[in-house]
Nanobody
Framework: QVQLVESGGGLVQSGDSLRLSCAAS????????MGWFRQAPGKEREFVAA????????YYADSVKGRFNISRDNAQNVVYLQMNSLKPEDTAVYYC??????????????????WGQGTQVTVSS
């Protein structure tokens, strides 16, 4: 079992930056692809970014490409999401997840076996 706890969310203004953290416990996440998803009110959960187990490959949704950066520290069992140039449309609850199904796309939420409780990010205009 992997327990994931997100932190770092908050209320910021348009153009500001935030760094989200996802701390894992229970077992090492060094063998898992890790992902970030978000869900805005009234909308479905959507893929934001993912990073391979080694950290050598990363993937982004088009809506955040060039503004967000995902990284990981396997020694510390932590995954980060650096969010720059935030926009009001980035407002959502952000979730960290560990991928358990290698046969589904990293962008598919059904590929992920473990989820955190989420952290709220609110961007005001």
């Amino acid at each position: 079992q992997v327990q994931l706890v997100e932190s770092g969310g908050g209320l910021v203004q348009s153009g500001d930056s935030l760094r989200l953290s996802c701390a894992a416990s229970g077992r090492t996440i060094s063998t898992y692809t890790m992902g970030w998803f978000r869900q805005a009110p009234g909308k479905e959960r959507e893929f934001v970014a993912a990073i391979s187990a080694s950290g050598g490959s990363s993937y982004y949704a088009d809506s955040v490409k060039g503004r967000f950066n995902i990284s990981r520290d396997n020694a510390q069992n932590v995954v980060y999401l650096q969010m720059n140039s935030l926009k009001p449309e980035d407002t959502a609850v952000y979730y960290c997840a560990a991928r358990g199904n290698p046969w589904r796309s990293y962008a598919d939420s059904r590929a992920y076996a473990y989820w955190g409780q989420g952290t709220q990010v609110t961007v005001s205009s």
